[in-house]
């Protein structure tokens, strides 16, 4: 499974953004994918998660209302809409795909590379 992850950008305070993140490989490898972030200096966290049959999600409570995380089963794609950003939402990118079904596992077997958001004051 191959993932590639674009849409990051530098965007004030209370803007938006959108992410997104192209799949391609077996579909079964990625019953599941998720966007996590990393600021620096801090532990990579987890943002959303979506199921891909049935696009089922799953927030952090951080962004729960903010974001919302969505996929287009034709584009082999995932998304992250990002409303109401604040300084602390500024991290690297990441989306993963797992095969597993549960959205509150945070263990994602394959990762594509990040990109950059960076929400000014």
């Known amino acids: 499974v191959q993932l590639q992850a674009s849409g990051g950008g530098l965007v004030q305070a209370g803007g938006s953004l959108r992410l997104s993140c192209t799949a391609s490989?077996?579909?079964?490898?990625?019953?599941?994918l998720g966007w996590f972030r990393q600021a620096p200096g801090k532990e990579r966290e987890f943002v959303a998660a979506?199921?891909?049959?049935?696009?089922?999600?799953y927030y952090a409570d951080s962004v729960k209302g903010r974001f919302t995380i969505s996929r287009d089963n034709a584009k082999n794609a995932v998304y992250l809409q990002m409303n109401s950003l604040k300084p602390e939402d500024t991290a690297v990118y990441y989306c993963?795909?797992?095969?597993?079904?549960?959205?509150?596992?945070?263990?994602?077997?394959?990762w594509g590379q990040g990109t950059q958001v960076t929400v000014s004051s």
């Open positions: 993963a795909a797992d095969p597993g079904h549960s959205l509150v596992s945070t263990w994602y077997t394959y």
């Open positions: 490989g077996s579909i079964f490898s990625r019953n599941r």
């Open positions: 979506i199921r891909w049959s049935a696009g089922s999600t």
